[in-house]
């Protein structure tokens, strides 16, 4: 990439977090990318839609010629495109603060470069399932809860 160093790529998925803002982020970028094709357009007014989405990629694009910021948009895209997927199942919703814990919690990890992807499934119950590049991870609290009461007697 010619314009997003690593450490600015770092911050544009960071600041999405999940596939769902990454591809709302993306149809923006396509009405961006549309609008510098047209003579003495004002892109103001998108940027700052796109800083809602990265800070960093408005201010980058803010101040370049409409060239340069169909190249940044291509990078951008591709970036989107080819970061790693972290497949969350859960049954229910996750808060927005639910979603920034868990980015921290993969980021601290050792994960770089992802977006997370939520799926509802109402089966995972009161737990989560977890999918990376063919890993699976069941976190599921009734099944730690059974696991636990096994070394219980009850019997009274």
Request: glycine share 8%; hydrophobic share 35%.
């Amino acid at each position: 990439m010619n314009h997003l160093t690593s450490e600015t790529q770092g911050r544009i998925l960071s600041s999405l977090q999940t596939v769902t803002r990454a591809t709302e982020m993306s149809f923006l970028l396509d009405e961006i990318q549309s609008a510098t094709y047209t003579q003495g357009a004002d892109l103001k007014g998108l940027f700052g839609k796109l800083s809602y989405y990265s800070k960093e990629l408005a201010e980058q694009i803010g101040g370049t010629d409409f060239g340069i910021t169909r190249e940044i948009i291509k990078e951008t895209q591709d970036l989107i495109k080819h970061s790693d997927r972290l497949r969350v199942e859960m049954s229910y919703t996750p808060s927005k603060d639910f979603l920034s814990g868990l980015h921290e919690i993969f980021s601290t990890l050792g994960y770089q470069n992802f977006l997370l992807e939520f799926t509802i499934v109402p089966e995972t119950g009161t737990g989560a399932r977890f999918y990376h590049n063919g890993n699976f991870i069941d976190i599921s609290m009734f099944d730690l809860i059974k696991e636990k009461m096994k070394e219980f007697n009850f019997n009274i």
